[in-house]
């Protein structure tokens, strides 16, 4: 792929992801979730949104501080999306499952032979000799 070709599929990509957070920035607008302070010049920069014949936005008109503006509001609209997607609960047994599944065997292996978590790493000066990593996976 040429380097031109994957620069326009990166522009259009961009300009794809863009006009997502440009939806979600009217909609929030419309929902009354975002306030804006009178004096701010975030207000004349989204009088200067135009659309274009099909109902996108026309990105021409759109500056960095109305970009800006959609980036922050998307992720607050993804962070909530994400976070009604799963419960609290789902979500704690998700992480120590892969707690669990990472780390059982070395917690066993510290278990079985007696030992703290700082003894088995080392950070802790005790009266034995500290476990190095290699002490600890020897069987």
Known sequence: M??????????????ERLQRRLKILQKQFEAGQIKIAKDLKVIDSLKAVRYAPDGSVDLSTVDGLVRSM????????????LKKSMSLAE??????????????HFYQIMLKRGLSPHD???????????????????P
Do not use: W
Request: proline share 5%; with cysteine; aromatic share 10%.
């Open 70 to 81: 959609a980036l922050g509001v998307e992720a607050m609209h993804d962070r909530d999306e």
């Open 120 to 138: 088995a790493t080392g950070t802790e000066p005790s009266s034995s000799p500290p476990a190095t990593a290699g002490a600890f996976c020897r």
């Open 2 to 15: 040429a380097l031109s070709e994957q620069e326009d599929e990166e522009q259009k990509a961009y300009e």
């Open 91 to 104: 979500i704690q047994t998700t992480y120590f499952n892969f707690l669990s599944g990472n780390f059982d």
